[in-house]
């Protein structure tokens, strides 16, 4: 169980918003991943896929990573990504590190570009996190995190 949630601290870009040393990231997350995996179980399969930052086509795993992102209040309660909550929380939890902030907030711009997507499941909010999974993986690198 504990790669699974080695995995949300290495392929979650919202994780670098929530504490500034990596410990803390990892007990944030871990907290997360353990009150959502009680309702979203995955595979051992998908759990190696999310770990080199594919997210498998899985209810479950969507729905997870609709979760976590619930969770980290990154998503609302419609199931869209809350960029102004995303951008608060980088400026709060990183007020000295103008780039972090930066970098966040170009990435947070690509990536609110899911709240135009069309989805099947509406305000369940799985697929959307799914479009959001993607972005923050595929565009991090390209803003300077490490992933």
């Known amino acids: 169980m504990s790669k699974f949630f ?6 979650c870009v919202i994780g670098v918003s929530y504490g500034k040393t990596e410990a803390e990231v ?20 998908e759990m190696v896929m999310m770990q080199k930052h594919k997210l498998p086509d899985s209810e479950n795993a969507r729905c997870l ?10 998503m ?4 869209m990504f809350d960029v102004a909550a ?6 709060k939890t990183h007020e000295e590190d103008t780039t972090m902030i930066e970098n966040s907030k170009k990435l947070f711009e690509v990536c609110k570009a899911v709240n135009d997507e069309t989805v099947k499941d509406g305000e369940k909010g799985c697929d959307r996190a799914a ?3 993607k972005c923050l993986t595929e565009n991090a690198s ?3 995190f490490k992933i």
Request: hydrophobic letters at 45%; one cysteine or more; glycine letters at 6%.
């Open 6 to 11: 080695q995995f949300l601290l290495c392929c």
């Open 26 to 45: 990892k007990a944030y997350f871990m907290k997360l991943g353990i009150q959502c995996s009680r309702d979203w179980n995955i595979t051992p399969d």
């Open 65 to 74: 990573m609709a979760c976590v992102y619930r969770k980290a209040e990154w």
């Open 76 to 79: 609302d309660d419609k199931g």
């Open 86 to 91: 995303a951008e608060a929380m980088v400026v």
């Open 131 to 133: 479009h959001l999974f």
């Open 142 to 144: 390209k803003m300077g």
